[in-house]
């Protein structure tokens, strides 16, 4: 009789105690459930904040290049010139250039300073330039008191020979949206622009109306570059200018 009540006892016991586990384990797993759904909200919410953020980033590291004539367009200031300095660092590259000719654009200095930090994605990119000596024909972009920096990525230096532009010094072939321009099309674009220009200029110089160049010097930076003097709100402004370009340019 004894172990008869002990046994009921016991089952008593037993379904109590998994009536009360399986309520109990309601709530928790719903509360388990809710948890795990709000994490998912925030790591979703993370991510695409993250993603927003490399915005700017991926869009810097995109290469900024166009077609010969729209190189041409893109440039404030094209010249030729002479390579008169060339110092290559680790993390930046300087060149010093005497002007001869401006063809394009209000550059008054006779001797231009460009300079470049190494980009982390391409390294120097189009930023090479010839021995000390070699003449050259520029494509810039910027202007007085906030620097100059190459009009695009890729093939903004040529080199002259002869009073033509002859070639690309480390030119690119370059491909956009199924469109293909060769080496030797960006040559062909220069020197017709060159010769078109130059003869102009010789004309004024003639007539005795050639406007003087000041002396002076000038600080020319890449692409998301600052100038060493220049002010915050330059800086801030050439880094967005470049920014909204290559989203043009997709």
Known sequence: MRKKWLMIMGTGILAVTFTTAALAASPIKLLVN???????WLYSFLLTGALL???PAVASARLLVSSPEGTLQAAD????GTVTAREYGEAERRVTIKVHEVLQGDLQVD???LAMQKNRVYGWVGFDFPDPGTEIFLLL????GQGYWLARDLNCVAVVEGGRVTSLYQGSNVGINGDRWSREDYVAAYNAFYQAHRSSQEETRESGDRP???AGAGTGLPVG???ANGSLFSRVWRYWRGFWERLMDE
């Open 212 to 214: 003087g160049i000041a």
């Open 225 to 227: 570059q600052q100038p």
């Open 141 to 144: 972009r910027g202007q007085a």
């Open 77 to 80: 200031v094209i010249i030729t």
């Open 53 to 55: 953020l490399s915005l």
């Open 111 to 113: 001797e231009l300073s």
């Open 34 to 40: 809710g948890l795990m759904r709000r994490k998912r």
